[in-house]
């Protein structure tokens, strides 16, 4: 199950979930039939790309800040 797809974050995918939204429209039968996979899948790859993408930007934060915290600590024992 995803998050809601109409918020701020997610629209670089907005062309796709909007694609999705006009094929779940076209009424439940339309969805039974798989007709709407490709649209799925389609807002799965954006949405787990956008997911990689914050991922690598976090782990590139922490890294600097776990740089700046170990800098501390040695200049901490330098001056014991």
């Known amino acids: 199950m995803h998050p809601h797809l109409h ?10 979930i909007a694609a999705l939204d006009e094929c779940h429209a076209r009424g439940f039968l339309w969805k039974v039939f798989g ?10 790859m ?13 782990r590139e ?3 600097e800040k776990r740089k700046h915290i170990e800098a501390i600590w040695r200049e901490n024992e330098a001056n014991k």
């Open 46 to 58: 954006c949405l787990r790309a956008q997911r990689l993408e914050r991922t690598r930007l976090n």
């Open 61 to 63: 934060v922490a890294r």
């Open 35 to 44: 007709n709407c996979t490709d649209a799925k899948h389609k807002v799965n």
């Open 7 to 16: 918020t701020e974050e997610n629209k670089n995918c907005a062309d796709v």
